[in-house]
């Protein structure tokens, strides 16, 4: 026999032992089907499950706060594993909550604000360094103590040190600064 030949009846074989073995579990799990229902593949299972809280958000919803309610220890778990792996969203929430605090006009949403990062590409709006978790805040253009307000309209990203070398100034008199000391 041709060393081609033999290589053909070897992939036939192995063929039809795939197709045999297939045709063996489609039969066992349709007579099967009650027992096998928790051997479905987990990954398409959590994605189903997903996509089905997707589409009725309500319900979601309503099913997390249900959840929270009757596991208090396992939600407060939770919460904090969700908080150590997202400081940066961390920081954002802290930060809105201490401006609407401040009795300023106007909210914002996580979502708003990665945008407006992406609007930014990640740099300072002022002096156009990059920014990491840890340089980055969020500055009013127009200063609350000037009657600025929390929408994100009025935020923009800002390096550390140019929020607090611009502090009350408006991104006009800030930037007339930044020209001037170079
Ligand atoms: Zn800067």
């Not at 708003?112 to 002022?126: F, G, M, S, V």
Request: hydrophobic share 25%.
């Amino acid at each position: 026999m041709k060393d081609e030949d033999r290589f053909l009846r070897f992939l036939s074989v192995l063929i039809i032992h795939r197709m045999l073995k297939r045709a063996r579990q489609r039969e066992y799990y349709d007579s099967h089907k009650e027992q096998c229902k928790g051997y479905v593949d987990p990954e398409k299972a959590r994605e189903a499950t997903r996509q089905y809280w997707k589409r009725h958000p309500e319900k979601a919803s309503a099913n997390a706060k249900r959840w929270h309610q009757n596991n208090p220890d396992k939600a407060k778990e939770s919460v904090k594993r969700w908080q150590k792996s997202n400081p940066d969203k961390v920081k954002i929430i802290h930060k809105r909550k201490a401006f609407r605090k401040r009795n300023a006009e106007g909210n914002f949403t996580l979502e708003e604000w990665n945008a407006k990062l992406e609007e930014y590409n990640y740099k300072c709006a002022y002096c156009g360094c990059e920014l990491n978790s840890d340089t980055i805040t969020v500055d009013h253009r127009i200063p609350l103590s000037r009657g600025g307000t929390n929408y994100i309209g009025n935020l923009v990203p800002a390096c550390k040190s140019c929020n607090s070398k611009k502090h009350t100034k408006t991104p006009e008199e800030y930037l007339m600064q930044l020209e001037g000391s170079v």
